[in-house]
């Protein structure tokens, strides 16, 4: 049996690199301690007693133009002990969600006349009370020997400034965060009294889901130093890859005619919101809603492409079945990372914008812990000799890998061919002939997939025969398209369905019972709601998809005009993804202009003319499905 080591706090020290030559446990006077068994801290000090306090760390910008450094608003929970004598470790999450959301207006999504814009005006509501209690990492980690942040977003809750969907303003006050708990920047309480942080090892976490999944990305992105690791659960790795694809306006699933100055919108919860409007609106131009292109206001947002200034390891984990934050970000940022020396580790789950605490309850919060313990106070254990990747491959039942995508996947290259008396066409190792579609916007991509036996005027559909055995895809389709577009749509869109009857996820739902994850009280309880899958029998489903605009089928950074009825040839990925097409099944690929879910909608009409023998689609695949 293991004992338990109590670990003074000068010992934690030392672990984490802070001191040398600490004193012997048996030496050190009786003071707190931090314990730590089988490789993670435990539970010893009080959750009720912590100290709580609210502080305003001074940032180097003045994104409101009061003539004012901004101030990020922080709120502290640590144990009771860190006022006599005992230095903790601290785990951040910065977020704009504290005080609430505003609800802007959307932009339109169907594309008639030129500005699309839609008309904002700063809320004249007074803001909403601000809540900590959203946050989890408190109720599980004060316990356990850390302090830890709830700090509003600058233009959010409580802070000043304005914000900016995380742009540098937003960066540098969850920089000043972490500076300020090694002593390099200065917090003041409501009064003006400077507030120091001696309590604080100095070794610093940053964690979160979503938006707070992205706050992390973008502060590693910085180099700042006390910043050890970062947990980013559905984080986005570019700002660009959300809104947008190869020059396309692309919506976040089920969020039509939303967009980056729409999410500085809806997040504006300070008080006097109207001092936030110039900055705003100065957004929504530069974001360029008409064209798409990439520019520097995308390009200042692209935190996959600051991973060489990283300092801190990164724990991320996505869902499979995210079309919000897709996985194209998830594997955006791994990619990178794997250029890198850092300790890294990816999960991926089923489920869809969900977090881990809900997909895999206590063993994702035991995961964080030996992950903080070797990050943060340098305990020894095995997190890191663990595998890398784990993926939930049916719900419930999770897969160890060395690596992602699977490095046993290889690109499989396959064509379209014409189906013979108005069936689809077939997808094959070879493909010939030409074909031809309508583009009818209305129409959804579900709507246009349902029937594989048919020919239909409004897409091109291609299908294997049935699978031999089970085929697992993992990474990044591409496919290549030699074809002429006359009408006013843009947009080519592909998307990879799995045909054949099964019963699958079709969502992750609360259910009446509750569990207990961490510590209560009564203002910030430690328990929610179990979220269990849903499940529902269907004929297909609709594995990834991806899409392009054909005018910037030179580059992202600027627009080329497109002749009618002249052929051009457009290449594109689609979203990456890992999934397993069972024996029996069958592989589709439908070829659309308009992906009424996602692009913007022009007006019906446009005609798209495809050669066949000169377009093809790459799977990542196990197994070579041509032979």
């Known amino acids: 049996m293991r004992l338990s080591r109590l670990v003074p706090v000068a010992a934690v020290a030392a672990a984490s690199g802070l001191v040398a030559g600490a004193l012997p446990a048996a030496a050190a006077p009786e003071r707190p301690h931090v314990t730590v068994k089988d490789g993670r801290t435990q539970p ?19 994104s409101d133009n009061d003539g004012k450094k901004d101030r990020v ?214 974001m360029d809603r008409v064209t798409g292109d990439y520019n520097a206001t995308w390009d200042v947002r692209n935190f996959a492409k600051k991973v060489k200034d990283f300092k801190a390891s990164v724990f991320m984990t996505g869902g499979l079945a995210d079309w919000n934050v897709k996985p194209s970000e998830m594997s955006l940022l791994w990619n990178s990372l794997k250029k890198t020396n850092l300790d890294r580790k990816l999960w991926l789950h089923q489920a869809a914008h969900d977090d881990p605490l809900d997909v895999r309850q206590a063993t994702w919060l035991d995961t964080l812990n030996l992950w903080f313990a070797h990050e943060l106070y340098g305990v020894k254990n095995d997190v890191m000799r663990q595998p890398k990747v784990d993926i939930e491959r049916t719900p419930g039942n999770w897969e160890t890998y060395r690596e992602w995508p699977s490095p046993s996947a290889r690109p499989v290259s396959l064509g379209f061919t014409n189906g013979a008396n108005g069936a689809s066409g077939v997808l094959g190792a070879r493909g010939k002939g030409q074909a031809g579609f309508v583009d009818a916007p209305a129409r959804t991509a579900e709507d246009l997939v349902t029937d594989e036996t048919k020919a239909d005027p409004n897409r091109l559909l291609y299908v294997t025969p049935a699978l031999k055995r089970p085929v697992k895809f993992s990474g990044t389709a591409n496919i290549k398209v030699r074809a002429s577009v006359d009408g006013r749509s843009p947009y080519l869109s592909a998307v990879l369905v799995d045909y054949g009857t099964d019963t699958r996820p079709s969502g992750f739902a609360a259910t009446q019972d509750k569990w207990c ?92 003319r495809v050669d066949l023998g000169q377009s093809r689609i790459t799977l990542p695949l196990t197994t070579d499905i041509t032979g």
């Open 73 to 286: 608003a922080v709120f502290v929970t640590r144990p009771k002990e860190t006022d006599g004598g005992l230095k903790v470790a601290s785990i951040i999450e910065g977020s704009p969600y504290y005080a609430g959301l505003q609800d802007p207006p959307y932009h339109p999504a169907d594309v008639t006349d030129y500005p699309r814009l839609s008309p904002w005006t700063p809320p004249t509501a007074p803001p909403a009370p601000t809540s900590y209690a959203r946050m989890y990492y408190d109720n599980y980690f004060v316990s356990r020997g850390y302090a830890v942040l709830a700090a509003d977003t600058l233009g959010t809750g409580n802070s000043d400034g304005c914000p900016t969907a995380v742009g540098p303003n937003e960066v540098d006050g969850m920089k000043k965060v972490v500076l300020w708990l090694s002593g390099k920047a200065k917090a003041y309480d409501a009064s003006g009294k400077e507030i120091k942080a001696g309590w604080s090892t100095g070794n610093v976490a940053m964690a979160g889901k979503s938006y707070d999944g992205t706050l992390p990305l973008a502060t590693a992105g910085t180099g700042v130093e006390g910043l050890k690791t970062v947990v980013s659960v559905s984080g986005v790795a570019n700002w660009y890859d959300y809104y947008r694809a190869n020059g396309g306006v692309i919506a976040p699933d089920g969020y039509e005619g939303e967009d980056l100055d729409l999410h500085a919108k809806a997040v504006l919860s300070r008080k006097n919101p109207q001092v936030c409007a110039p900055e705003i609106h100065d957004i929504e131009k530069k």
């Open 517 to 608: 994850y961490g510590d209560s009280i009564p203002t910030d309880p430690g328990c929610r709601a179990v979220r269990k899958y849903t499940f529902a029998t269907t004929p297909y489903k609709i594995v990834t998809r991806g899409w392009t605009d054909i005018r910037n089928r030179r580059s992202i950074w600027y627009q080329t005009p497109v002749t009618p009825g002249k052929s051009y040839s457009f290449n594109w990925n689609l979203v990456p993804e890992d999934y397993v097409f069972k024996a029996g099944h069958r592989i589709g690929v439908m070829i659309v202009a308009t992906d009424h879910a996602y692009t913007l909608r022009y007006p019906a009409g446009t005609k798209v």
């Open 44 to 62: 010893t000090f009080s959750f009720q007693d912590a100290i709580r306090q609210q502080v305003y760390v001074e940032t180097d910008v003045d």
